[in-house]
C-alpha cells in the first residue's frame, strides 16, 4: 500500500521529534495525562514569508527562530517548556531537502530547550511559506507570571541588550555595516531567557514590540505607571557603534525577545545571582509607579511607539 | 495612551470570545489548572486561502468552518471541546468590517460546540489570507479513541453521507448543478460528530482526505485489513443524482469530515442508538479483518488514492 509523499515525510523528518504523547503523530490529536501539581501554559506564534522573515531564509534558520520566539513567551509567564504543535504551509513544490533542513533546525532547539513535537499540520500554500507553533509549557500551580502583578516600588528589570535585533534587520537590509555578523545574528536567532523570571518577577513580558509598547502592556494590565531613564537602557557594542541616528531602537525596535520584569525590591538581588548561573546580563531601567498607566522620563510622558501588523 | 489597532481590535472583536484562563488576552500565554480526571486532547489544523478556500469567501464562513474543521479532529478522538487558540495572518489593509465578521461567526461555533478563545497571534501576510487553529478537548483517563485500537472482526462504520464537499466544491466551480446549494453548503460548513465515537468506537478518524485514504491509516496504525463494500457507502439525494461518472468522489473526496468507526460488535446496537439521539445518520460499510493494512473489495484490493499537499 504506498503512502502519498505528505505522510512520507512526516514519518521521515517529523516523526524522530515526536513525544509519546503525539502517538507517533499517527492520531488525530495529542492526548496529554494530567500532571500533577503542574499548571498547562500554552501559547502560538506565526511567521510568515515577508513579514516576519525575508524570502531565501535557510529552513533550519526558519524552524530555530520559530521555537525561540515561542519558548520566549513561555520565559515570560515563568514557564518550564513541555512540548509543540507545528503548522507547516509552503508552496507545493518545496524540495525535500528544505524539510530536511527544517526538521534539522526543530532537532537542535529541541535537544538545547528540552522538549519534543506533539502534533501540527502539514499543508501548501500558493505562495508565500507560513509558519505556526503552538507551545506548552508547565508551571507550578498558580506560578505562571502575569503582566498584570506589577506594584509601585517593584524594579523594572531587562535582560541581555536591547535594539540588537532591529538593527540587524537594517543590516540584512545594507543599511548599516555589520562586519562580524553579530547584529544580524541576533534578529536571525534570538534567546529565550527561560528560567531567568520564575518565581521572582511580580510581572513579565518578552520585548517583541520594542520595550516602551511592551512596558506599556504591563502597565495598563496591572494599572500602574513606570518611570525609566533611556541612558541605563543595555546596548550591546555594535550597538552603541551604530551611533546617536539609531539609538531610539533600543526603545522602539521590535524582535529583541529579551525579558523586560517588574521585580520586587526583595528579590532584586536573588535576579541578579540567578542571571550569573544563566549566564545572563540583568540591567535596572527605572521602576514601576502608581498611578495611570504612562510611561515617564523625568517629567516627559513616553509615546509607547512600537510594531504594529495592521 | 493610544494603542496600535493591532491591539484595539483585539480587545473590540476577540476579547469577548475569551475563557477565563485565556487572562484577558493580556498575557503571553493561557494557564490551564489541571482538570481531575481528565486527560487533554491537543490538535492543529491550517486553512490557507486559494488551497483550502477560494479567495473572496466571506470572513464568518472561514471562522465556522476552520472551528469546525478542528473540532472534528476532537470528534475522531472521541473528545469533548474545551477551548482554542487561534492564529490570524490577513494583508495589511484588511478591513474592519473582515475582523467583525469573523468574530462573528467564532462566536456562533463557540456557543454552539461549548468552547472558547484561550489567545492566539494577529499577524499580518503579503498577500493570502491564512488561518489557524489549536483545539483543546478532554476525555476521561485513558478515553481518547485512536487509531490503533481497531481489531478483526469490527464493524466499519460510517457517518453520515459521503462524496458530498467534493462535490460542493464542483459546483461552486460551476462543473455541476447544485440548484438548492446543498452540495456546496456540504463543502463550506461541515458538522463536526462530536459525541458519536465517544466509548464505543476502538478506533475512529475524521475523513479529510478521502474514506479509502482514511481507512488506511487505521488500517495502517492498527495492522489490520478491512473489507469495504461500495455498494453500501451512504450517498445523498444529489449525490446520487450527480450520477456515476462522480460516485467515485465518495471513495476519494475529501473534506466531508464524517466519521469514519471501528466498532466492536457488542457495541453496534448502541452506536445505532447514540446515532439516533444525535440525529445523525451511521451506516455499516463492511468490517475489519485480520492481516496485512490492506483494503479488499471482494478479492480485489482498492488503491488508498486520496488528496495530499505535495
Request: hydrophobic fraction near 45%; charged fraction near 20%; proline fraction near 8%.
Amino acid at each position: 500500500m504506498k503512502l502519498p509523499s505528505e505522510f512520507d515525510r512526516i514519518a521521515r523528518y517529523f516523526r524522530p521529534l515526536a513525544r509519546p504523547e503525539a502517538r507517533n503523530l499517527a492520531d488525530d490529536a495529542a492526548v496529554i495525562p494530567p500532571l500533577p501539581g503542574r499548571e498547562l501554559v500554552i501559547s502560538t506564534d506565526v511567521m510568515n514569508e515577508g513579514v516576519h522573515f525575508l524570502p531565501g531564509t535557510p529552513a533550519g534558520l526558519l524552524a530555530r527562530k520559530l521555537m525561540r520566539v515561542n519558548l520566549s513567551d513561555l520565559a515570560a509567564m515563568g514557564a518550564e517548556p513541555f512540548g509543540y504543535l507545528l503548522t507547516l504551509a509552503v508552496p507545493g513544490p518545496t524540495p525535500d531537502a528544505w524539510f530536511a533542513g527544517f526538521a534539522q533546525g526543530l532537532a537542535e532547539e529541541q535537544a538545547r530547550f528540552g522538549l519534543r513535537l506533539l502534533g501540527g499540520d502539514s499543508t501548501s500554500t500558493s505562495q508565500d511559506i507560513s509558519l505556526g507553533l503552538t507551545v506548552l509549557g508547565t508551571t507550578p500551580i498558580c506560578g505562571a507570571i502575569g503582566r498584570d502583578g506589577a506594584r509601585p516600588g517593584d524594579g523594572l528589570w531587562v535582560s541581555g541588550t536591547l535594539g540588537d535585533a532591529a538593527l540587524g534587520l537594517a543590516a540584512k537590509r545594507g543599511r548599516l555595516p555589520d562586519p562580524d555578523g553579530v547584529l544580524v545574528a541576533r534578529y536571525d536567532l534570538p534567546t529565550p531567557r527561560l528560567g531567568l523570571a520564575d518565581g521572582l518577577a511580580s510581572a513579565a513580558i518578552d520585548i517583541s514590540d520594542g520595550i516602551l509598547a511592551d512596558l506599556a502592556h504591563i502597565c495598563r494590565a496591572s494599572n500602574v505607571g513606570a518611570r525609566v531613564d533611556r541612558g541605563l537602557l543595555p546596548l550591546s557594542a555594535p550597538g552603541r557603534a551604530a551611533g546617536p541616528a539609531w539609538r531610539d531602537l533600543a526603545l522602539t525596535g521590535g524582535d529583541d525577545y529579551e525579558l523586560l520584569m517588574a521585580v520586587p525590591a526583595p528579590a532584586e538581588a536573588a535576579l541578579r545571582d540567578r542571571a550569573k548561573v544563566l549566564n545572563v546580563t540583568v540591567t535596572r531601567i527605572g521602576e514601576i509607579i502608581a498611578g495611570t498607566p504612562e510611561i515617564y522620563e523625568g517629567t516627559a510622558v513616553l509615546e509607547p511607539l512600537g510594531f504594529s501588523h495592521f
